[in-house]
């Protein structure tokens, strides 16, 4: 029995002596023809190691090699100035190297795409299958590296800083996973992927994949399958993008998206599919600054850039996306195309509920396309003020700004509400329909409206002129003060009238409206900056059994605050002229002052 277990000890300690004399009897030749045999095997491409190398014994049995470089020495796929690699033992023991975990030291990743569209990284796949049988180190490090890409179909030129990566793939048969940081452009960004089936992912098969991608702009998720075609990636599968800033993300992504307070929160989920040079979302969920919407999406990155799509909306509010100018006090500042940094664009939406500054329209449905340049907006019929608007509106650049036309109608609509979202004035109630055709360029909002030529029809039915007494405004020759009130109201069967928009203002010269014994006259303009209005109208009153008579008037103050004033002029031109008898203007009376 003591010679059995002596003689077991001494196996053991043979074993022992053996494993730490094994990596002392590996010449460093060796170790430098196995390491390069390895990667080359790996990756098809030529592989030199110009520095040292070693067998290390701290703080595990591994191997080190100094001056790495896989590819051709004019335009190497990569670097590295140090590499070092854990070994497994038992190989060893019989003069192996088989690398369980392998550390790149600083190395320098240059993928490029030539404009034939190979990439400098695919593996040929004998090279691949010969391969498939051999041993994979279980773990890859990669700290403190820099991957660049190019690619000369696209012109395009990346640059990735890789602080640590860790790659896990323990068989060449098994699933891959890799996890760790990278920074692109400034930003940190944590990722974590597995591919079921790598292997034939670098055969041009297909695999099954799973990335998770969190940065500061964003955080991503996909599951899905990817395949390799070339120096292209084609993936299929459902994905979701969340960020607390739109603007934000396309800013770090390299596209236009200007300065402002909207494009803010959003998020985006559905079917992805991206087939270079096409993406196409379907089945998508998007939400953006509290609009949400169901749809599709596709977009083509080759050539000219184009977006083409279907959004259905619950709810929109573009109010927060129209220009200052628009909203508030005309200003300065320099129009742009909208949409024109999204290349060529041909997209549809439709919603439940339309707001657009002070409409509220109901469902809606409009078209926008751009091509060369030139945008084209058709609104096909939205629900509004009881009624419907249907509109077309184009718009390009043109030198100094934007050329714009805008033409359409509205019918059937409550003129008060109507009338209100459009000048801001209450006065009038009734069921109005309009047309117009108008054209405008400038620079600014404040050039666009000052330029703005066109004309419209206007007829309103069956309604009522609030603030119109028809007694006090008979009576204002005699009592100049009779409509200071601003009480009362007319009822009319019709009022209809031609607009002229140039110069800022729009202009009339045949406002008629008429009622159970009178009829209202009235030309004027109204100026389009201030809602300022200088108008001539006159009364004629046509009561049953009595004679007929006419009341001039002028019209003075704002369009949303109008007041009537007699007209002394035309007052007495007709007493001269023995039209009316001569009124008394009473010099205790003065002209009651304009309102608001």
Known sequence: MKRVLAAAIAVVLLVVALGAAAPLMVPAGLVREKIAERIEALTGQPVSISGKAAITLHPFVGVEVHGVRVGPAASPLMTADMVTGR?????????????????????????????AGQANWSVPHTVVMAAAGDPVPGRVVMHDGLVTYDDARAGLHETLRVPDISLRWSSASGAASAAGTLEWRGAPVAFDAVVDSPLALLTSGSSPVRLSVAADPLKASFTGTALANGGDLQVEGDAAVRTQSFRQLLIWLGLPAGDGDTLGEASIAGRLKWARPALSLTDARLILDGNSADGALAANFGGPRSVDG?????????????????????????????????????????AADLRLGTFDLGRSAATASLRDGKLNLNLGEAQFAGGRITAALTAETAAGGLKTTVSGSIDGVAAGSALAALLGTTEIEGTGSMRFDVAASGATLDELFARATGTGKVTIADGSLAGLALDRLAAIDEDP????????????????????LADGA??????????????????????????????????????????ASRVPFVVRGTWWSPIALPDIRRTMNQAVGGGLPAVKIGAAKPLPRPKG
């Open 481 to 500: 003060e009779a409509m200071s009130a601003r009480d009362g109201a007319t009822a009319f069967t019709t009022v209809a009238c031609t607009l002229a």
């Open 506 to 547: 729009l202009a009339t010269a045949d406002l008629l409206a008429t009622g159970d014994g009178f009829a209202i006259s009235l030309t004027g303009r109204a100026a389009l900056s201030d809602g300022s209005v200088a108008a001539n109208g006159a009364l004629s009153l046509t009561p049953a059994g009595a004679a």
């Open 310 to 350: 279907a959004l259905a909306f619950d709810h929109l509010d573009l109010t927060p996306y129209l220009p200052a100018s628009l909203t508030g006090p005309w200003t300065k500042e320099p129009l742009a195309l909208p949409l024109a940094a999204l290349g060529d664009l041909d997209l549809r939406v439709s």
């Open 87 to 115: 070994l497994k033992l038992l190989p060893l023991l019989v003069g192996e190297i088989e690398i369980a975990e392998l550390r790149l030291e600083s190395p320098r990743l240059n993928l490029s795409v030539d404009r």
